[in-house]
């Protein structure tokens, strides 16, 4: 069975971070295994979270696993909870570079236009550093525009996010996926993939849902993980993501409306191994 190093936090309540990726990974048929980088009583979009920092346990364990002689199949990391972590991450990632090369980046900052609380500058320069290191990348459209370093002073345009799609896989990076970037018009979402190696840019796009749920990037990301793992082409892992996701939502948005408790992915997750019902990426273009 492959293994997954899966770097995130541990949030109690609200559906994020290690709480959906461990679910969608572990459906997949992947064993996951987490390196907490903190435990939080409730995500932090939740008034009033608390959060335990783990930066001083994370060596410690990784050196466990060093003595364990472990492997990884793929390295995964999303939410980090200081500064000091980036160091500790980009040394795991260099000591347990995995032999298919497979590290996803999830570089999880922000989200509309704004960085998430405890989110600074310092921590946008370190993942840039850790995006250089990563096969992919799945930024939303905030966090792209941090990483370019390009404010949002205004909507952003289709044709901007696909220009910032190619610019940022010139961090290092062979696929750079951005989600939640504008569609073809104004009730349209699209999700943006380009490929470095080949140099095609690819969409998925899909009708705007009026709802949003923290977390959907981490199971978003988990996917695209999950899919470019088993072998799936870049726009096939985009088609079946932009799905579950989609499924994900709308299974979840007729109920009771709590939006910070995040989708209720537990009633979809056949939805990961069932075959697609439909393929609509597109091919934007080829750029080199
Ligand atoms: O879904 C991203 C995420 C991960 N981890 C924590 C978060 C969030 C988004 O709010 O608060 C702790």
């Excluded at 679910?23 to 390196?35: A, E, F, K, T």
């Excluded at 939740?46 to 003595?67: A, C, N, V």
């Amino acid at each position: 069975m492959k293994k997954i190093a899966a770097i995130h936090d541990l949030s109690g309540y609200g559906r994020a971070s290690l709480t959906v990726a461990i679910p969608i990974l572990s459906y997949m048929g992947y064993q996951v295994c987490p390196l907490p980088t903190a435990v939080l009583s409730a995500h932090s979009e939740y008034e009033g979270f608390r959060s335990f920092d783990l930066t001083e346990q994370m060596q410690p364990i990784i050196d466990h696993w060093k003595q364990l002689g472990l492997r990884f199949d793929a390295l995964y990391s999303g939410y980090l909870a200081s500064e000091r972590q980036l160091d500790i991450v980009e040394g795991f990632f260099k000591d347990f570079t995995p032999e298919a090369g497979f590290i996803l980046v999830d570089p999880v900052l922000g989200d509309r236009g704004r960085l998430y609380p405890g989110m600074e500058e310092r921590m946008v320069e370190g993942m840039r550093r850790l995006c250089s290191m990563a096969n992919v990348i799945t930024p939303n459209l905030t966090e792209a525009a941090f990483l370019l370093g390009k404010p949002m002073h205004h909507a952003v345009t289709a044709a901007e996010a696909a220009e910032w799609c190619v610019e940022l896989a010139g961090m290092g990076p062979e696929h750079c996926i951005i989600t939640s970037a504008p569609g073809e018009r104004k009730e349209r979402v699209a999700t943006l993939a380009y490929n470095r190696t080949d140099g095609r840019l690819w969409r998925v796009s899909c009708d705007f849902l009026p709802a949003s749920y923290p977390g959907t990037g981490d199971a978003f990301a988990s996917v695209i993980t999950g899919c470019l793992l088993n072998g799936d082409s870049l726009p096939e892992a985009l088609e079946r993501a932009v799905y579950f996701i989609q499924m994900g939502i709308r299974a979840t948005f007729g109920g009771e409306h709590r939006p910070l408790d995040g989708m209720e992915q537990e009633k979809v997750l056949h939805y990961l191994v069932e075959p697609l019902p439909y393929f609509t990426y597109e091919l934007l273009g080829t750029y080199r």
